[in-house]
Nanobody
């Protein structure tokens, strides 16, 4: 059974940084895509970045490009999200998610593609 377990979120002032992690338990197949999504208050889920685990290829939403970086540690089955230059509008519940596959699907950042989701964790950025 696959379980994605995220690290605790946090609170930070505008301009600060946070690093978020997600451990994939029970998922040993590298032929998968893993990504990060977020849901701000009153808004729908927004896919912000996606990685093809077998190749390391990545894609980012314009809203976070140049500020956030997705990375992986295959030996630890862990996905990371480094968040720099945080803004108040980055305040949201952040989720990691995964789906089988080896190529980006159409509209790769769509939340509809994912099979497995983490529990979500709150990130708050104050001005």
């Amino acid at each position: 059974q696959v379980q994605l377990v995220e690290s605790w979120g946090g609170s930070v002032e505008s301009g600060g940084s946070l690093r978020h992690s997600c451990v994939a338990y029970g998922y040993t197949d590298s032929r998968c895509l893993m990504g990060w999504l977020r849901q701000a208050p009153g808004k729908e889920h927004e896919g912000i970045t996606l990685m093809i685990i077998s190749t390391g290829n990545t894609t980012y939403a314009d809203s976070i490009k140049g500020r956030f970086t997705i990375s992986q540690d295959n030996a630890e089955n862990t996905l990371y999200l480094q968040m720099n230059s945080l803004k108040p509008e980055d305040t949201a519940i952040y989720y990691c998610a995964a789906k089988p596959g080896v190529v980006f699907p159409p509209r790769p950042l769509s939340p509809a593609w994912y099979t497995y989701w983490g529990q979500g964790t709150q990130v708050t950025v104050s001005s």
